[in-house]
């Protein structure tokens, strides 16, 4: 099968601070990866990793310091206007669209800039607002719309021309429950199952990219750590149980974090302040043999208000790869190594 | 994208423009009025200093004593220049306000095609406001504004503008870059103000008459109140439009070129989303 996307060496760095304290920030560090066509593929990181920059890469937004960029076989930076072609790019947000005009006005708009018009362009237009149930408020005001509503209108705009790559650059951030709900449905079974497009999708929500993703790469601090499928990440990794304990009144987490992880077994230990409650992670192969010891040592420092023992999910996996959670901002934590 | 689909382009974006004006009333309210409005303090200006529009000096320095149809001329052909570089100049800036330039810039239509399709916009604005001032001009202010008149001033005015979008576009790319650039336009609208005829005849300084020659809304200016005041034929022009056409070549192509560069420097910055 032919490659869609192939991404080879990519570095992209940022110049960072103020005017002689300039210093290089790697937001994507060398990045390999291909994604043959019709696969669903997950790029899964926390904030700051470097996801949507390399989006913006490959949707010829950004110019790579180095490396190549290949879309359906031709070359970004040679045949920039065949690949925005075939490219169909979503960010997240609200603010992508004229939110005075209608949403089939901003459709008439983009379609025109893809060279689409006339018959071709309303009927693409009127399959896309049925496809994605916006017929009713087609003539209304972006203004008016709800944020799921916008973000559907913003999904139809990629899919105007057909592209044969999409570029879902964390498509259900901020929706509610409901519209996350439809948009994965709609991303997983319309797009990639039944038009077979190739997907390239980001996210920082874990649960999504399991549920989606025919492959992930993990991408932390710039660096593809790792790319498999979510089957293989469970599977490989050396443990098989998580310990959560959420705590109150933890004075020296990291000091707690010290004495948990040299307990018998335990492979690695994270935790997570917020609202004077600490949750920590213990990733081991068995919980039940050190919960004792782990419970004493908590006590030692504050209050255990739950404890509870799960299966690895794709966030311990990724803590054990990486050793960073996905909610964490890891952005401007990476500078360029000196010459 | 063909030529014919690059037309389609410039007028969606067009449409789009207009569209997203129509959608503020108070706009439309303050373009109706503004006509009326932008005259008046010229008539008070004059009665206030010089008691009413004639001027003896005015008359050593240009041969005509009433200044007031000298000024309407000015202020008329810089509401067009002026409006591009603000319309057109601040356009993709606009963009990212409402978030949309990234979509601009990941499609496959070159961004100038959208600057061109703002600058039909703006022209037409522009057009509107200008058929309004010379209405008032002609009827309530004494100018000699014949239709036979109109054709030779508008040959000049687009010699003029194409040249003047040129730049725009040249500023629009500063704006992706260094997203602001209100300062800048202030700055080179006084500069116009100061150094050429807009409001006075340059000769009242050798400093703003040398450095008038570099400004090719001067040679509009003497060629317009020449073809209006002075009645002159547009074929005795023909010098002032040649050097109009080659200030139009070289800002066309010096602000494609710029603009092209400009975008490059963005998208290598990574600052296109930035607002």
Redo the contacts between chains.
């Keep these: 099968m032919n490659n869609a996307i192939e991404v080879k060496d990519v570095v992209?760095k940022?110049?960072r601070g103020r005017r002689l304290k300039k210093r290089d920030i790697f937001?994507v560090d060398n990045a390999n990866f291909d994604i043959p066509e019709g696969e669903l593929f997950g790029l899964l990181g926390p904030n700051g990793a470097g996801k949507t920059?390399l989006v913006?890469c490959l949707?010829?937004?950004?110019?790579p310091d180095q490396g190549s960029i290949k879309i359906m076989g031709k070359d970004i930076s040679t045949h920039s206007?065949q690949c925005?072609?075939q490219?169909g790019?979503l960010?997240s947000?609200?603010?992508?669209?004229?939110?005075?005009?209608s949403g089939r006005?901003n459709l008439?708009?983009?379609a025109?800039?893809?060279?689409l018009?006339g018959k071709e362009r309303d009927m693409r237009i009127e399959y896309l607002m049925e496809l994605l149930d916006l017929k009713d408020v087609q003539n209304e005001?972006i203004e008016k719309y709800s944020s799921g509503m916008k973000q559907k209108i913003s999904l139809a705009?990629a899919l105007l021309h057909d592209p044969k790559v999409l570029l879902l650059d964390e498509p259900t951030l901020g929706l509610d429950p409901q519209f996350s709900r439809f948009i994965r449905i709609f991303i997983k079974e319309t797009l990639n199952k039944k038009e077979r497009k190739t997907i390239l999708l980001t996210t920082h929500y874990m649960d999504e990219a399991d549920e989606l993703c025919e492959r992930i790469a993990f991408i932390n601090r710039g660096k593809i750590v790792d790319i498999k499928t979510p089957y293989e990440y469970k599977r490989d990794l050396p443990h098989t149980e998580v310990l959560e304990l959420r705590c109150s009144g933890i004075q020296n987490c990291d000091e707690l974090l010290k004495q948990l992880q040299s307990l018998n077994t335990v492979e690695k230990t994270t935790s997570n302040t917020q609202d004077h409650v600490t949750n920590i992670k213990i990733i081991l192969p068995r919980a039940e043999p050190i919960l004792s010891d782990t419970i004493e040592l908590v006590r030692k420092q504050g209050k255990i208000l739950g404890i509870n023992v799960e299966q690895p999910t794709l966030e311990d996996v990724f803590i054990y790869v990486t050793g960073t959670r996905l909610s964490e901002d890891t952005a401007e934590e990476r500078p360029a190594p000196q010459d | 994208m063909s030529f014919k689909n690059n037309l389609k382009i410039i007028f969606a974006e067009f449409k789009k423009t207009v569209g997203i004006w129509r959608s503020y009333p108070i706009l439309m309210v303050f373009w109706g009025i503004a006509p009326l409005l932008w005259v008046l303090p010229f008539v008070f200006q004059g009665k206030a200093l010089v008691g009413g529009m004639s001027s003896a000096p005015f008359k050593a320095l240009t041969g005509s004593a009433n200044f007031l149809p000298f000024i309407l001329i000015g202020t008329m052909v810089s509401t067009y220049i002026f409006s591009g570089l603000w319309g057109v100049g601040n356009s993709l800036r606009e963009e990212t306000y409402w978030g949309t330039l990234e979509y601009i810039i990941a499609s496959p239509t070159n961004p100038v095609v959208i600057l061109l399709g703002k600058t039909l916009a703006e022209f037409v604005l522009a057009s509107v406001n200008v058929i309004f001032q010379a209405l008032i001009a002609t009827f309530f202010l004494g100018v000699n504004l014949t239709i036979a008149k109109i054709f030779p001033v508008m040959v000049i005015v687009l010699l003029l503008l194409i040249g003047f979008y040129g730049f725009a576009i040249a500023f629009a790319g500063f704006t992706l870059l260094i997203k602001e650039v209100h300062g800048y336009v202030h700055s080179l609208e006084w500069v116009f103000y100061l150094f050429s005829p807009i409001r006075y005849p340059v000769e009242v300084s050798s400093i703003t008459k040398t450095l008038s020659a570099l400004i090719p809304l001067t040679y509009a200016l003497v060629a317009i109140r020449g073809i209006i005041l002075m009645n002159q034929h547009i074929v005795n022009l023909w010098q002032t439009m040649i050097i109009l056409i080659g200030m139009d070549i070289v800002l066309l192509i010096g602000g494609y070129l710029l603009f092209q560069y400009l975008e490059r420097k963005t998208k290598q910055a990574g600052t296109i989303s930035q607002y």
């Design positions: 992209k940022f110049k937001a920059t913006r949707a010829t937004l950004l110019i206007l925005r072609r490219l790019l960010t947000g609200e603010r992508s669209l004229y939110w005075k005009l006005d008439k708009f983009f025109a800039l893809y060279g018009d005001r705009r």
